[in-house]
């Protein structure tokens, strides 16, 4: 019985909300909470902040321990390996019910070919919480 309420408070995962860098974050989600973040005017070299939100759906409050991003291409010609986003690791607290926003450092490489710009880059969001 312990190990079943154990397994219970065990990590929530939310592999949520496909956004997208250039354009409007779309959601999908899984588990207790949403991830969605969109960011506009990536240049070369410049390093900017991705403000994802996390969205608890429960009435629970929930405790985010990591957030990573997963970069897609943007195109034949203007790959993944073009833009890096940082990823969060700590502890964010999300009331029941509510939002929370978190920066994460987003930048394309210095030497990214021009197809690149203004390119829309898909995003997938992951993220682990506990109950708490």
């Known amino acids: 019985m312990a190990m079943a309420l154990a397994a219970a408070a065990a990590a929530l995962t939310a592999v949520a909300a496909i956004g997208a ?3 409007g974050p779309a959601r999908t989600t899984k588990g207790g909470f949403t991830l969605s973040g969109h960011i506009r005017g990536l ?6 902040h991705l403000v994802i939100t996390a ?3 429960g009435r629970r409050p929930l405790l985010v321990r ?3 991003v997963r970069v897609r291409a ?3 010609h203007c790959g993944a390996k073009n833009l890096h986003v940082s990823r969060f690791r700590g502890r964010m607290r ?3 019910h509510a939002s929370r926003r978190i920066a994460v ?5 210095r030497d990214s070919p021009s197809a690149c710009q203004g390119a829309v880059f898909p995003l997938a969001f992951k993220g682990r919480a506990t109950r708490g």
């Open 21 to 23: 860098v250039g354009a």
């Open 43 to 48: 240049l070369p070299g410049i390093p900017r």
């Open 55 to 57: 969205h608890n759906r």
């Open 66 to 68: 990591s957030i990573t």
């Open 74 to 76: 943007a195109g034949p």
């Open 94 to 96: 999300v009331r029941g």
């Open 105 to 109: 450092r987003v930048s394309m490489l």
